[in-house]
């Protein structure tokens, strides 16, 4: 398995909704990424988990929480976000330096 | 500060030219670099890394240290090239963190 596998593909959710987005890979990397990705624009970092420990948070607002249950999963549980928050959330993980990210194809998030 | 720059935003060519996306970057350590690529509705895929000096389809990019750039380039270009092209860095210090350049569109016309 090379892939990295992201759940569900497109959520639609209210303002008050609590929801989360999954991501999953079994290439035995050990470290996992979530960046956000707005139209016409370049990813942009959010968290950095690495051996499973969250090692970077990008200043990203409260309302976006991560978790990593395992070396194979990683979540990012949403609580009142706003419509702006809407965009392509990506997941990623990596080897090693040097190695490059394998991405997800991605969850198109949109808030109402 | 550490930045990736690519100064066009698109690239239009015709079939069977050669192209050339660019690619600048600053930063203090020894650079990472990378080149992925997105198409129409796919995810973003690894194209290039600068270590292992490969070719992929048909696509080189050489790291010139001196000049900061690690410019993406293909001799003829094919319609199928046609997508988003990123220019990446990590940064090291254990994080291994990646970041953008803002992306050069790549359109080949027949």
């Known amino acids: 398995d090379t892939e990295v596998t992201q759940t569900p593909k497109h959520l639609v959710m209210g303002m008050t909704n609590k929801k989360s987005l999954k991501c999953e890979q079994h290439?035995?990397?050990?470290?996992m990424y979530w960046y956000k990705q707005k139209a016409k624009k370049p990813p942009e970092l959010m968290f950095v988990?690495?051996?499973?420990?969250?090692?970077i948070n990008e200043s990203v607002p409260s309302r976006f929480s991560p978790e990593c249950p395992n070396s194979s999963l990683l979540n990012l549980h949403l609580h009142a976000l706003q419509p702006e928050d809407s965009a392509l959330y990506l997941c990623?993980?990596?080897?090693?330096?040097?190695?490059?990210?394998?991405f997800g194809s991605g969850t198109r998030l949109t808030v109402v | 500060a550490q930045r990736v720059t690519q100064p066009e935003k698109l690239l239009s060519v015709f079939k069977g030219a050669p192209v050339e996306l660019k690619c600048n970057y600053s930063y203090s350590g020894s650079p990472e670099l990378f080149w992925y690529v997105q198409y129409s509705r796919q995810r973003l895929q690894l194209l290039l890394r600068h270590i292992s000096r490969e070719s992929i389809k048909g696509f080189t990019a050489d790291l010139n240290k001196g000049e900061t750039s690690f410019h993406l380039k293909k001799p003829f270009a094919q319609e199928e090239d046609s997508a988003m092209y990123y220019c990446?860095?990590?940064?090291?210090?254990?994080?291994?963190?990646?970041?953008f350049g803002a992306g050069t569109r790549l359109a080949v016309h027949p």
């Open positions: 990446a860095l990590v940064l090291s210090g254990g994080y291994n963190k990646l970041i």
């Open positions: 988990y690495s051996y499973e420990k969250l090692s």
């Open positions: 290439m035995g990397h050990r470290a």
């Open positions: 990623a993980s990596s080897q090693a330096l040097g190695y490059g990210y394998t």
